[in-house]
Every structure is written in structure tokens, then in C-alpha cells.
């Protein structure tokens, strides 16, 4: 089977990874998926999403508590251009 080496930064991430995750690079692309070792079978009740930046840095992100997130606070949420329009206003006004 090939093999990659993790550098340091990579190692970092993924020793913190707990269960099967998938790889993303910045765009959002899929890479792979990553299992530490003796967690193959935890993969089925976890949805986590390892995103890589450019720049080296990386974020552990749990799609399933997001989508929780967002069933509970659904009636909050408002389009981008609501909020990028809103943060335009509150500038002209401390102008």
C-alpha cells in the first residue's frame, strides 16, 4: 500500500482526529478520507470534514454539530447579502 509522510503540521491535525474523517483542501474538494489507528468503525455516527488551507493551516470541522447548530437556529439565519449590507451601513455611519 503507499504511504504518505505527515510533516509537523499535518501530524498536529490529525493526531487530534478521534474518528474516520474526510479530507478537504481549501476549495472544498474532497482528498480522502483519514481513519487513526483502531477507528474504523466509528466512522458510521461521525461526520467530521479535516479542511486544509494553502497556507498550511487546517480546521477539524463536525458537519454533524453544524447541521444541529442549524436546526436549532434556523429562524436566526439571514442571507449573505443581508449581512454584508448590514456591515456596509454600520460603517457609513461611524464614517
Known amino acids: ?3 504518505i509522510t505527515a510533516d509537523s503540521n499535518m501530524h498536529s491535525v490529525l493526531s487530534q482526529v478521534t474518528g474516520v474523517t474526510e479530507v478537504r483542501d481549501s476549495a472544498g474538494n474532497v482528498m480522502g478520507t483519514y481513519t487513526p489507528n483502531g477507528k474504523a468503525d466509528e466512522g458510521a455516527n ?3 470534514l479535516l479542511i486544509c488551507f494553502e497556507d498550511g493551516a487546517s480546521v ?5 454539530q453544524a447541521r444541529e447548530v442549524l436546526a436549532r437556529e ?7 447579502r443581508a449581512v454584508i449590507a448590514e456591515l456596509e451601513q454600520r460603517a457609513s ?3
Open 46 to 48: 461521525k461526520q467530521l
Open 60 to 64: 477539524l470541522f463536525d458537519l454533524k
Open 1 to 3: 500500500m503507499p504511504a
Open 74 to 80: 434556523k429562524d436566526r439565519a439571514r442571507p449573505f
Open 93 to 95: 455611519q461611524q464614517a
